[in-house]
């Protein structure tokens, strides 16, 4: 399994950085972890054609972690016409809002229609998913007051990853890091403690104690607070283009 980190910014693009979006390839299948508003321009920086994406996993309905699929939509309309189903899959009310998305961004064009098959599955968190051959697990993460954020596990050719999305730390994350290949989870501030994002000391406690059952943890999603601090920071953080073999 290959993880590419096209995105390793929070919202605000701190130090520059993209939006949320993985690139997942293992067992012949491609697939997205999120779509931040730049994760197209990700895919072309990195030279991973849009093509080799076969669904997408939205953990939640934020811009910078769903934003970038109406410039997707228009990649497959206009520059590299899609003819296979593109399946989305993500948290309740997802159809909707991506749909108002589009037509907001794109009014004309979404009237139209799609160009091509689009199935979007809105997931029950801890009900297992396949898609493609790989087993998605969703599970609810505090983030947002009402609306549901998630975390997905996705297990394919025999590789384990758990990816948090947005979320404040909690006990879960550690049990749910347990047997698993790769952890990326966000980090997005250092002083600032909240209960709807991690900060940096509440993650590396836990890493310290050996509570992660993870063989390789990764931070993303960082904040400018995390970067400002990056050189008191021990645990590995993604970067804009890093590559993980898993
Ligand atoms: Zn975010
Ligand atoms: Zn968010």
Same mark, same amino acid.
């Given at each position: ?49 849009a093509e ?23 990649e497959y309309t206009?520059?590299k016409l899609r003819t296979k189903?593109l ?21 004309? +064009?979404?009237?139209? /229609?799609?160009a091509f098959?689009?199935?979007?599955? #809105? *997931? $029950? ?93 990764? +931070?993303?999603?960082? /904040? ?7 050189? #008191? *920071? $021990? ?12």
């Open positions: 399994m290959r993880v590419i980190v096209l995105g390793a910014g929070d919202a605000f693009c701190s130090g520059g950085r993209r939006h949320s979006g993985y690139f997942v390839e293992a067992g012949g299948v491609g697939f997205l972890l999120d779509c931040g508003a730049t994760t197209l321009q990700g895919l072309k920086a990195l030279g991973i054609a080799r994406i076969d669904f997408i996993a939205i953990s939640h309905l934020h811009g910078d972690h769903f934003g970038g699929l109406p410039f997707l939509f228009l206009y520059e189903p399946v989305i899959i993500g948290p309740p009310g997802l159809e909707q809002r991506v749909r108002n998305l589009y037509s907001t961004m794109y009014r004309e +064009l979404a009237a139209r /229609g799609m098959p689009l199935h979007f599955f #809105e *997931v $029950t968190p801890g009900k297992e998913k396949m898609s493609h051959g790989v087993t998605l697990l969703p599970f609810r993460v505090p983030h947002q007051e009402k609306d549901i954020s998630l975390g997905y596990r996705a297990a394919v050719d025999g590789k384990t990853i758990l990816y948090s999305g947005d979320c404040g730390w909690n006990d879960d994350l550690v049990a749910r890091s347990r047997g698993t290949d790769l952890f990326i989870c966000e980090c997005c501030y250092f002083a600032t403690s909240t209960n709807f994002h991690v900060s940096y000391p509440q993650i590396a406690r836990a890493y310290q104690q050996g509570q992660l059952g993870c063989k390789r943890l990764v +931070l993303s999603h960082i /904040g400018r607070e995390v970067l400002e601090r990056i050189e #008191e *920071v $021990t645990i590995e953080c993604a970067h804009d283009g890093l590559v993980l073999e898993v």
